[in-house]
């Protein structure tokens, strides 16, 4: 059974930092690009960041140079460093495990955990 539990968010204030962790199992972690999506209340979920198998990432023009995807595979975790934040990244924010396999994309969900930026 393919688990991805998130874990770090909360409540801060405009300007502070938060680290959002997804651990994952019941897949080969290594083998999945994992991403981080938002959903902020009235809005379509959209993509944060992801970071692939191999390392590559890529940011929302929103999130660039603010947040950080990195990820230990060892571990089995990924992580999104979240820095100067603004009230605009309140979401809540769920993790993603993809993976192509023979032409099919194979994909999981974390439950989500909440965002708020807020003084």
């Known amino acids: 059974q393919v688990q991805l539990v998130e874990s770090g968010g909360g409540l801060v204030q405009p300007g502070g930092s938060l680290r959002l962790s997804c651990a994952a199992s019941?897949?080969?972690?290594?083998?999945?690009?994992m991403g981080w999506y938002r959903q902020a209340p009235g809005k379509q979920r959209e993509l944060v960041a992801v970071?692939?198998?191999?390392?590559?990432?890529n940011y929302a023009d929103t999130v660039k140079g603010r947040f950080t995807i990195s990820r230990d595979n060892a571990k089995n975790t990924v992580y999104l460093q979240m820095n100067s934040l603004k009230p605009e990244d309140t979401a809540v924010y769920y993790c993603?495990?993809?993976?192509?396999?023979?032409?099919?994309?194979?994909?999981?969900w974390g439950q989500g955990t909440q965002v708020t930026v807020s003084s």
């Open positions: 993603n495990a993809a993976r192509t396999r023979n032409g099919a994309l194979r994909d999981y």
């Open positions: 970071i692939t198998s191999g390392l590559s990432t």
């Open positions: 019941g897949i080969i972690f290594s083998m999945y690009a």
